[in-house]
């Protein structure tokens, strides 16, 4: 098992892609940190896998809370190896002159902030190891803007240049930074939009999202030394080469 020790943090475990990749990489042999707010859903998973997996109850708009699932990883294994930014938020899903301002802030605070300080609480103690790996769940969102998604298009542009940024200043470390682009997903997010009707993603049927293990697969592929051709690129999954070298259909 190639990630047999290897300390992985997750965020967004407690479903959807975080759910599916934390259960690949602790079938990996990692130690995974499944890090969400959700008390009673980690408390499912993190029994459900039993040793070396951890549940962490984190706020990631939270520098503190940051603070404590890097402090909690170090004290068990002194190390960190892997950080998967995955939490995200779709709401509020409204038009700018409709939206509740507060809303709108803490999307951006999970979004983009969440990523940030995460980021930030890891890249010393990587730098320290001289190795590691950093992943950003990206969006195509960051580029196209879509009716009733300012604040997840803004996050996610945002977001593209917080891994460009990483990337740069960490040039020649041994630190590797990336971003996953999946498109989308059969999760409850992608429900939450079916029932928005807001723009042209909402109109997509269900049965056509990838299913969540895809992306889950690819960063498990990201963080293996045969993508090591990939580091600090973006990766998409609408690309059929990368679906190929993935396994996936």
């Known amino acids: 098992m190639i990630f047999k020790d290897k300390t992985v943090i997750i965020t967004g475990a407690s479903r959807g892609i975080g759910f599916e990749t934390a259960k690949l990489f602790h079938s990996a042999g990692a130690r995974v940190y499944l890090v969400a707010r959700s008390h009673e859903d980690l408390t499912v998973l993190s029994k459900s896998l039993g040793r070396n997996a951890v549940k962490c109850i984190c ?27 995955n939490a995200g938020t779709i709401d509020p899903i409204s038009t700018i002159f409709d939206t509740n301002p507060e809303d709108w802030s803490k999307s951006i605070d999970i979004n983009l902030k969440g990523a940030f300080y995460g980021c930030y609480t890891v890249i010393p103690i990587m730098r320290e190891q001289k190795s590691g790996c950093i992943i950003n769940i990206g969006s195509g969102a960051a580029y196209n803007p879509l009716e009733g998604w300012s604040h997840y298009c803004v996050s996610k542009a945002g977001l593209s240049m917080l891994t460009r940024s990483v990337k740069l200043e960490l040039k020649g470390t041994g630190i590797r930074v990336m971003s996953l682009s999946p498109g989308t997903v059969a999760t409850k997010m992608q429900r939450r939009i079916k029932e928005s009707g807001i723009n042209p993603i909402s109109k997509i049927d269900f049965s056509e999202h990838i299913p969540a293990i895809w992306p889950a697969k690819t960063l498990l592929w990201m963080c293996s030394p045969i993508s090591s051709d990939f580091t600090n690129k973006e990766i998409s999954l609408r690309e059929t080469a990368i679906r190929k070298m993935v396994g996936l259909p």
């Open 59 to 85: 706020d990631v708009s939270k520098i503190e809370d940051w603070k404590n699932v890097v402090s909690q990883a170090l004290k068990d294994t002194g190390r960190i190896d892997i950080l998967i930014n």
